[in-house]
């Protein structure tokens, strides 16, 4: 029989527990005696170790002033805090995260704080030396003696080895655009947090929760906020209104565009603004966002609510006539026609010669309690619901007697904003469908499950028809741009100082709708207290406003991608038909 190598126990196995050939069983048992010995001594060890860190931890702790812990606990969450990137519809970022360093000391570590505070002022000459010499001469264990430092002034207090200072990395934000979009955006405080526009809403709805839970370390980590705001139609916005402050020394003045389909806000600009990077003037009272945050008495604007109830309601058709032959006396008041036509005159004549006293009489032909039922289903008499948490309520008469009547028909005794204002346009044009606005991308299904109806579509078709015809043959002229359908309405509101009209400083406005066949967008101007352009020339909103708005539809309107079109009528009579 062959025998293979793996059947010879003696040479390549043995039984299990058996002692090697040649070793005493008693050596064996000292060796395994030692080794276990041996292993629960290093157990011991490890175990003493850990303790004694973890005690000498909480001994530390224990000496820790808390107000100390505080500091630290704070300044981690101040740099823990991160922001996501905001853009507009494009994807174009309108607000980012960037990274800077701030500097801090630990007091209680600093061997020479007079020493300390004189090399740190001569790098940051701003510092106030007294007050960094008190903070720095305390026992404290985190003081910040500056937030947001260049990276020149970095490296030049780093070379210094000042003992007891050293940086942090914080999250700043950064707005690419400067100002183009300030009023929209917001900005933000030292700890980076939303304090005014959508940044503070963007606070409101989640990001701070999530900062304080600890779940927005790191920007990257966070979806972008998309805007429905079009960053190129905000450029335009801005830069027309820039130019109509310069070109007719105005005060002031401000703009918005919005979708008439969906109620998104695609450009806002209210101008003087701020730059939010370096927010310096953002709370000058002349710098809040006029279109939300400011209510004015809009004039003539006004009228095509007026006009839109007065057809509404069935009280008023396009085919009657209103005596404004003279002007209406009102005790020792008179309410009379800038440009009287001493006439009668057609519901279409009284839009485009902007007529307060055919307005008055069609006011008073529906009745003082449909106006103020219709005023209210416009939105007017409440305050607007929308994203930006600067937002002021209207002021409306407290008596509402047949003067406030007629008054409120032509746009005097009632201030709304003009963000309102413009809304309840949309709806005039867009079917009759009132939208809450929005800064968000909505869809047009979206929309119509927040509208609400306010006029019927024939209504609506017969005040596209009206703002189209003013466009044409009205104080809309000078708005209107070939090709592209503009129609509108002037205002011309004579400012309130002190409870008193002031003769001569003007609000003036201009309401442009486009393309009038199917209405778009809805674009609101306003420029506060204008001179005239050229000695001789009016100062009314026809001259100036209206110029503006046709500016802004001529520059954007290929963004936007309404396409040109040639009218084949020159009368615009022969829109009705096709209404």
Same mark, same amino acid.
């Given at each position: 029989?062959?025998m ?90 309108l ?11 630990e ?23 007294? $007050? ?28 210094l ?37 959508l ?8 990001l701070?929760d999530?900062h ?11 979806q ?27 005060v ?22 701020f ?6 003037? $953002? ?10 945050a ?11 609510f ?16 209103f ?7 009102v ?13 009668f ?30 005023i ?34 032509f ?12 809304? $309840? ?59 592209y ?48 352009e ?20 001529r520059?954007s ?23």
């Amino acid at each position: 029989m062959t025998m293979t190598l793996t059947d010879r126990p003696d040479v390549f196995s043995r039984p299990a527990g058996a002692e090697p050939r040649g070793e005493p069983a008693a050596v064996v048992a000292k060796r395994k005696q030692d080794q276990t010995r041996n292993r629960v001594l290093l157990a011991i060890l490890a175990f003493g170790l850990v303790y004694g860190i973890i005690s000498a931890r909480l001994v530390m702790l224990g000496l820790t002033d808390p107000a100390d812990a505080v500091a630290r606990g704070s300044a981690a969450s101040a740099v823990a805090t991160a922001r996501p990137d905001i853009v507009d519809r494009n994807g174009e970022i309108l607000a980012t995260d960037i990274r800077t360093a701030s500097l801090f000391a630990e007091p209680n570590k600093i061997v020479d704080p007079d020493e300390a505070t004189e090399l740190i002022t001569s790098v940051l000459q701003d510092l106030d030396a007294t $007050a960094l010499r008190k903070k720095l001469s305390t026992k404290a264990g985190f003081v910040w003696v500056k937030r947001e430092i260049t990276p020149t002034q970095q490296a030049q207090i780093h070379d210094l080895g000042i003992p007891g200072v050293g940086f942090l990395n914080e999250n700043k934000r950064f707005y690419p655009g400067g100002p183009a979009a300030a009023h929209i955006v917001g900005l933000v405080n030292i700890d980076n947090q939303g304090i005014a526009g959508l940044e503070r809403t963007v606070d409101e709805r989640g990001l701070s929760d999530l900062h304080n839970a600890g779940f927005a370390m790191k920007t990257n980590s966070q979806q972008p906020v998309q805007l429905s705001i079009d960053l190129r139609v905000q450029h335009v916005l801005r830069d027309e209104l820039v130019s109509a402050m310069q070109k007719y020394q105005s005060v002031a003045a401000m703009g918005v565009m919005i979708n008439a389909k969906t109620g998104e806000v695609v450009a806002l600009a209210s101008m003087p603004d701020f730059d939010p990077n370096a927010p310096v003037d $953002a709370n000058k009272p002349d710098r809040l966002n006029r279109l939300t945050a400011g209510t004015y008495e809009l004039g003539s604007v006004f009228k095509s609510f007026t006009f839109a109830m007065a057809l509404d309601s069935g009280k008023v058709k396009m085919t009657d006539s209103f005596d404004a032959r003279s002007p209406i006396r009102v005790g020792r008041q008179a309410i009379h026609d800038s440009h009287p036509q001493a006439r009668f005159l057609t519901v279409p004549e009284v839009f485009q010669y902007s007529s307060n006293i055919g307005t008055a009489k069609m006011a008073m032909a529906i009745g003082s309690q449909t106006q103020q039922e219709y005023i209210r289903r416009f939105g007017l008499m409440t305050k607007l619901k929308t994203e930006l948490p600067e937002v002021a309520s209207p002021q409306v008469p407290k008596r509402w007697s047949d003067v406030t009547t007629m008054t409120v028909a032509f746009g005097h005794g009632i201030a709304i904003t003009p963000m309102q204002a413009a809304m $309840a346009d949309c709806a005039l044009v867009n079917g009759g469908y009132l939208f809450p606005p929005t800064f968000f991308p909505r869809t047009r299904e979206d929309a119509l499950a927040q509208a609400t109806r306010v006029v019927s579509q024939r209504t609506s078709d017969e005040m596209r028809w009206l703002f189209r015809f003013n466009g044409v043959k009205g104080s809309g002229r000078h708005a209107d741009v070939p090709g592209y359908v503009v129609g509108g309405k002037t205002g011309t509101a004579e400012k309130v100082a002190n409870g008193r009209y002031v003769e001569g400083h003007y609000l003036n406005s201009f309401l442009a709708v486009f393309p009038m066949d199917d209405p778009q967008y809805v674009l609101m101007i306003s420029v506060d207290d204008p001179k005239p352009e050229k000695p001789g020339m009016p100062a009314l909103a026809a001259w100036n406003a209206a110029y503006v708005a046709g500016n802004v539809v001529r520059r954007s309107a290929a963004f936007l991608g309404v396409q040109p079109r040639t009218e084949q009528e020159s009368n615009p009579d022969a829109m009705l038909v096709s209404y």
